[in-house]
């Protein structure tokens, strides 16, 4: 098979890269460019650890190909933190104890994100279909919905 | 595998008529990239048409709504126009997958992947919508029904692709609908799908009447003689009794880990009931 030169921009920066034309992007991002914070729960677009932004677009970086991303915006969590400080979906996230494992963690607050930046105050249910395509097994489920009403409200100027 | 991303229509049909071996049309890739996955997966080329230009738009135009191929099913519920006078077809297609799927996934792929349980295909054809199919020898309009055959079968022909879906122009007082029972609240498949698409008169009488039914069959089912029982009814109780008897009598589903033939056949009818209501209230707010 024929390598396939790919530029685009993660996280803001240039990056090209060279890939198969059957890689993934989760793929790419995780064994080629060292970017480790998305996870491969399934590779079947199930589980919602692989979830990267693509031009602005909640997607599941293990059904994109690395092809796909030429031109385009990725966003990974490893983008997520500015320096050293913690995004407050992050930091909720500690405070909350929403995660055990850690596994599907950056799924969710890539998804989080993805829903916060355009609904700033989602009801608990708006939240909770939103992140049906993220699977978490050990946490369970309330305590990562707490986390993002937390995040939200602060976001909002509602909590200190 | 070789990978081509085309910028024109053109390109991309002579490259899929073009192919040694298997071609595969590449759109939000959430039903192919799965089959790639599997050890039995082939393909000499992947066409990945989302660099085409028009592809991710949707267009009004004089003859409705175009959905290019490359256009996310979130892309639909974004765009009010469309959302105001197709809210059943809208509703279908956010039905499928996570919010993750939803930013690739769309109604072509969802089409052409041809899987009878497809969650936009009844809503698409209770909707009359036609297909804008091009290949080698030009375009074609291609009622949206005919283009599944069986499961994973399309009437493509090789070398043509679906360039957009055309959703036709609403007259006033019309409503659709599409509801399906799945065994969990989200992600999963359809056990059984039903789509409604009504007009009414100005007393509230049904002029037009279309129901299709998805998972009852090895692809959509038009119940043309359930949709015809509605017309000059006002959905009162017998007249939704009717349709329920005549959508399970259109029906012939399989007995599977999902669902019996019988418990298929009769959530056929009940669905049906209830969208045709939701599609008539829908109707009487225009
Ligand atoms: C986790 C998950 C959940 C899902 N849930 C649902 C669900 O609830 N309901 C449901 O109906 N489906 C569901 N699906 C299946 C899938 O997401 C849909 O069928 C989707 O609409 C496919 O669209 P796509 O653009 O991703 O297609 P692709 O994967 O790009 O293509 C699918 C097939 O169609 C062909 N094709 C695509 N576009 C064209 C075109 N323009 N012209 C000709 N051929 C074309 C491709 O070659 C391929 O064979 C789910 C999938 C996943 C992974
Ligand atoms: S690894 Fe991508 S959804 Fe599970
Ligand atoms: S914390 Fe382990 S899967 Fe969610």
Redesign the pocket.
């Known amino acids: 098979m024929a390598s396939i030169a790919v530029s685009t921009t993660i996280n803001g920066d240039e990056v090209d890269f060279i890939c198969q034309p059957d890689e993934s992007l989760l793929d790419v991002l995780r064994n080629r460019l060292g970017l480790m914070g998305a996870k491969e729960g399934c590779g079947?677009?199930?589980c919602g650890a692989c979830s990267t932004m693509v031009d602005g677009r909640l997607v599941?970086s293990c059904?994109v190909l690395g092809a796909e991303v030429e031109g385009t915006k990725v966003e990974t969590i490893e983008g997520m933190a500015e320096g050293g400080d913690l995004h407050p979906l992050q930091q909720k996230f500690i405070e909350n104890a929403a995660l055990q494992c850690g596994i599907c963690t950056p799924g969710f607050l890539i998804a989080a994100k993805a829903l916060l930046d355009q609904n700033p105050n989602p009801t608990e249910t708006e939240i909770r279909f939103w992140l049906a395509?993220n699977l978490c097994r050990c946490t369970g489920y309330d305590k990562i919905v707490r986390a993002v009403q937390d995040a939200a409200a602060e976001m909002r100027g509602e909590t200190a | 595998m070789r990978y081509e991303r085309p910028e024109t229509i053109d390109q991309a049909t002579s490259l899929l008529a073009g192919a040694k071996g298997k071609a595969?049309?590449?759109?939000?890739?959430?039903?192919?990239?799965?089959?790639m996955k599997g050890d039995d997966f082939e393909a000499g080329l992947?066409v990945d048409?989302k660099s085409i230009s028009g592809m991710r738009d949707i267009a009004e135009t004089d003859e409705g709504f175009v959905i290019g191929?490359?256009v996310?099913?979130a892309a639909l519920n974004e765009h009010a126009a469309l959302h105001a006078a197709w809210p059943g077809v809208v509703e279908a297609?956010n039905?499928?997958?996570?919010t993750?799927?939803q930013g690739?996934?769309?109604?072509?792929?969802?089409?052409?992947?041809?899987?009878p349980?497809?969650?936009?295909?009844p809503a698409m054809v209770a909707a009359g919508a036609q297909a804008k199919?091009s290949g080698p020898k030009g375009t074609r309009m291609v009622p949206v029904v005919d283009i599944p055959l069986a499961p994973g079968k399309?009437s493509?022909e090789k070398g043509?692709?679906?360039?957009a879906i055309v959703l036709p122009k609403r007259p006033a007082r019309a409503g659709d609908a599409y509801l399906?029972f799945?065994p969990r609240t989200e992600?999963?498949?359809?056990v059984v799908?039903v789509g409604v698409n009504l007009t009414l008169g100005s007393d509230g009488t049904v002029e037009t009447a279309h129901v299709a039914l998805g998972a009852v069959g090895p692809k959509v089912v038009v119940a043309e003689a359930a949709a015809k029982t509605l017309v000059g009814t006002k959905l009162e109780d017998t007249a939704l009794a009717t349709l329920a008897a005549a959508c399970s009598a259109a029906s012939s589903p399989i007995d599977d880990k999902r669902g019996t033939v019988a418990f298929r056949k009769d959530v056929a009818g009940v669905l049906a009931r209830r969208a045709a209501r939701i599609a008539y209230d829908r109707a009487g707010e225009k």
Do not use: H, K, W, Y
Request: glycine letters at 12%; one cysteine or more.
């Open positions: 079947t677009g199930d599941c059904l395509g | 595969f049309v590449l759109a939000g890739g959430t039903d192919l990239l799965v089959r992947v048409i191929a490359g996310p099913c297609a039905l499928i997958g996570s993750q799927i690739r996934c769309t109604v072509s792929g969802n089409l052409c992947n041809a899987s349980a497809a969650d936009s295909v199919v399309t493509l043509e692709m679906i360039e399906r799945i992600m999963d498949i359809a799908g």
